[in-house]
Nanobody
Framework: QVQLIESGGGLVQAGGSLRLSCAAS????????MGWFRQAPGKEREFVAS????????NYADSVRGRFTISRDGAKNTVHLQMSSLKPEDTAVYYC?????????????????WGKGTLVTVSS
């Protein structure tokens, strides 16, 4: 069993930056590929970014590539999402996710664990 707890959400102006964190706990948490998803009001949950167990493989949605950076601290079993040049359309609840089925996440299939989410609001 892996528990995921997100933090770092909040209100930010367009063009600003925010850093999300996801703390993973559990005996095997360090072996999981980790990712971030988001769900805006009235929309389906969508993939944002993922990072492999070792940090050697990352993947980003086209909508955030070049603006968001995912990283992980293996010693602390923590994954971060550094978000820059934020836009109002980035407003959503951001969820941390974990899977041990693949080294890269492309979508929400095959996710083994989800966090409860943290709200990011970008004002124009």
């Amino acid at each position: 069993q892996v528990q995921l707890i997100e933090s770092g959400g909040g209100l930010v102006q367009a063009g600003g930056s925010l850093r999300l964190s996801c703390a993973a706990s559990g005996r095997t948490a360090s072996t999981y590929t980790m990712g971030w998803f988001r769900q805006a009001p009235g929309k389906e949950r969508e993939f944002v970014a993922s990072i492999s167990r070792t940090g050697g493989l990352t993947n980003y949605a086209d909508s955030v590539r070049g603006r968001f950076t995912i990283s992980r601290d293996g010693a602390k079993n923590t994954v971060h999402l550094q978000m820059s040049s934020l836009k109002p359309e980035d407003t959503a609840v951001y969820y941390c996710a974990a899977t041990n089925r693949a080294s890269v996440i492309y979508g929400n299939y095959g996710i083994d664990y989800w966090g409860k989410g943290t709200l990011v609001t970008v004002s124009s």
